[in-house]
């Protein structure tokens, strides 16, 4: 049986791997759900092949983006951080995530976990679409705009409203593989 997949997947093999394995599929623990919120920010401006190519050595650099161990990063570890060539080299990025790390805990504080917080915008239910073509698939929308605002409200930095889409297709909040691909009901 001949695999189709979303068209933005075709392009690499570390982009048809994170679509057939990861993409959508839905996401409750607070480590990971921070970890894809902080990835999804520092492809603002980029794109997600980018992110993709240099996801290991990210999540080596960011001791995978644990909160615990983000809030504890001073300038020095900062500076060593601006030296890395393996990750997004953008002070204000860097400087983000541990400022998000520290919001995280403000916000679990607040509403229990990141995934409580998250999750009660879809009453704890994917959102399914019916995407024909990839054009159909919008870069925003109403539920991003408003958690987007929620999360600035809240302290958080890079998290616009289209980088917040990104994000809830990519812990399964909204399901947006196509019609036609072969991993929308997995």
């Known amino acids: 049986m001949e695999i189709i997949r979303c068209d933005w997947a075709n392009k690499s093999e570390?982009?048809?791997?994170?679509?057939?394995?990861?993409?959508?599929?839905?996401?409750?623990?607070?480590n990971e759900l921070f970890k894809m919120l902080i990835l999804e920010?520092?492809?603002?401006?980029?794109?997600?092949?980018?992110?993709?190519?240099?996801?290991?050595t990210l999540c080596?650099?960011?001791?995978?983006f644990i909160p615990e161990k983000?809030?504890?990063?001073?300038e020095e570890k900062i500076?060593?951080?601006?030296?890395?060539?393996g990750i997004i080299k953008n002070r204000l990025k860097v400087n983000a995530v541990v400022h998000n790390a520290k919001m995280y805990f403000k916000l679990c504080e607040k509403y229990?976990?990141?995934?409580?917080?998250?999750?009660?915008?879809?009453d704890y239910e994917p959102i399914i679409n019916r995407w024909k073509k990839i054009e159909d698939v919008p870069a925003s929308t109403p539920l991003s705009e408003t958690i987007s605002k929620q999360l600035k409200k809240e302290?958080?930095?890079?998290?616009?409203?289209?980088?917040?889409?990104?994000?809830m297709q990519s812990i399964g909040m909204v399901?947006?593989?196509?019609?036609?691909?072969?991993?929308?009901?997995?």
């Open 155 to 167: 302290g958080f930095k890079f998290v616009g409203s289209t980088t917040i889409y990104a994000f």
């Open 70 to 74: 983000l809030v504890n990063y001073d």
């Open 14 to 30: 570390l982009e048809k791997q994170y679509h057939d394995t990861q993409w959508g599929k839905a996401v409750h623990d607070d």
């Open 60 to 64: 080596k650099a960011f001791d995978d």
């Open 41 to 56: 920010g520092k492809q603002a401006g980029l794109s997600w092949s980018t992110i993709l190519t240099k996801m290991d």
């Open 175 to 186: 399901n947006d593989h196509l019609l036609s691909c072969s991993f929308r009901n997995q």
């Open 79 to 85: 500076e060593v951080l601006l030296l890395n060539d």
């Open 112 to 122: 229990g976990s990141l995934d409580a917080f998250l999750w009660s915008y879809v």
